[in-house]
């Protein structure tokens, strides 16, 4: 019986589970809210709560049996949370055949709007993107350790059901941010369960992937797409430099690169079914029009 764990049963996470739940699979993993948690227990899910704390014995004994363990939590302060409280536990189970550990394309810093294969040395330019590429390196040290295939995916700006532009534009919160140059990349949940699916079939240990689109994009310009499909006026144009933004919203616009998705297509066989952004959009369409 193949059996998913997920520390952080999250999003993307959650898109591989319905995945792999339909096939026959048992699902575990844990979650940090508890409406969360009670919605996907409800969905036959063995799930417990944990936020990075120590000793909590009864998420490792939710671990027998894994055969497959995709790991999305971020790191903290002490680095791993998963590494630090169940390294040992995880070695010695003896049944895992892979492990996925979900990073971000944001630890290859900013790249002047360049393209960027997992070739690339990462350049992180914040305490939360150098976190990330220390996690990943501690993930491939423990690969190398145990013996057991670990797999880094390095994730794009993430959208689908539920996440994303037309809910803002639906509330009148979007934002038409304008940075001369600035390009993001994205992609699909969906496509993200696929990309995570075709590495489960064909594990290689020690790899990097890129999980993007093809097409990087402006963010103001996705916005404006997006406004334009549902029939509403685009919100006006700001400035970056005249923009309200968080720090962690700001962050996000210190680093503009296009991300080249080449080895998920040669090496795994991906065949995006959101090749761009307009086709995701596309997809989303009729579940905004009807309010769901």
């Avoid at 409406?35 to 009864?58: K, M, S, T, W």
């Avoid at 295939?149 to 934002?175: E, H, M, S, W």
């Avoid at 680093?255 to 795994?268: W, Y």
């Amino acid at each position: 019986m193949s059996r998913l764990f997920a520390f952080g049963l999250g999003y993307s996470a959650q898109a591989l589970a319905a995945r792999l739940s339909a096939k026959g699979w048992q699902i575990a993993g844990t979650a940090r809210d508890e409406a969360n948690i009670a919605r996907l227990r409800a969905q036959g899910y063995e799930v417990l709560r944990f936020g990075g704390e120590p000793d909590n014995r009864a998420v490792a004994k939710l671990l027998p049996g894994t055969t497959h363990l995709l790991h999305s939590i971020p790191p903290g302060h002490e680095g791993d949370a998963v590494l630090v409280h169940y390294r040992e536990q995880i070695a010695g189970l003896g049944s895992v055949k892979w492990i996925g550990y979900l990073s971000t394309v944001g630890v290859y810093g900013d790249q002047k709007g360049r393209w960027v294969d997992e070739t690339a040395e990462p350049k992180p330019n914040s305490d939360r993107t150098e976190a990330r590429a220390e996690a990943e390196q501690a993930w491939l040290d423990f690969g190398e350790k145990t013996g057991i295939p670990v797999q880094i995916f390095r994730l794009a700006g993430i959208y689908g059901p539920g996440r994303c532009v037309f809910d803002k534009l639906n509330a009148g919160t979007a934002r038409r941010i304008k940075k001369d140059g600035q390009v993001f990349s994205r992609i699909h949940v969906e496509d993200i369960a696929t990309v995570l699916e075709a590495s489960i079939a064909h594990p290689r240990a020690g790899a990097i992937y890129n999980v993007a689109d093809d097409e990087p994009a402006a963010p103001d310009e996705v916005v404006a797409y997006a406004a334009k499909l549902i029939g509403v006026p685009p919100p006006p144009e700001i400035a970056f430099e005249e923009a309200d933004l968080s720090p962690m919203a700001r962050s996000f616009y210190e680093g503009s690169r296009r991300i080249s998705n080449a080895r998920i297509k040669s090496e795994l066989g991906v065949k995006l079914r959101y090749p761009t952004y307009r086709e995701g959009l596309a997809s989303l369409l009729p579940t905004t029009v009807s309010g769901a």
